[in-house]
């Protein structure tokens, strides 16, 4: 499994891609990783990219993720962009993600690829 967090001061987002098996664990460290950092660079915007992930957790640990968000002092205010993995329990995983997000008021938005998720980011 590979992390890899950065700022991309062109487009002002912080970017995170997982590859391999992605845990409940990976996924705090991601979160806390990419709050940090956008909160070192007032940043609201958020991509983490799971094209090349495999998810290794349950429906419960998709409905925790925005207490996390929270938790890390994520700014309710993001925009949270999620390319899904490819497979069709991940992109379920991911749908739900979705949707949990927007029952508790955050912003976040599923996608099939990197542009479009982007293009969703900076648009208008």
Known sequence: MTLSVKYNAESGIVETKLSGVVSPEMIRQETEQAVALAQANDCLFFLSDYSEAQTDFSLVDVFELPALQTESDMDQCAQIALVAPVSSAGQELAEF???????????ARVFRDREAAIAWLVGP
């Open 97 to 107: 993600y979705e949707t949990v997000c927007f029952n508790r008021g955050w912003s």
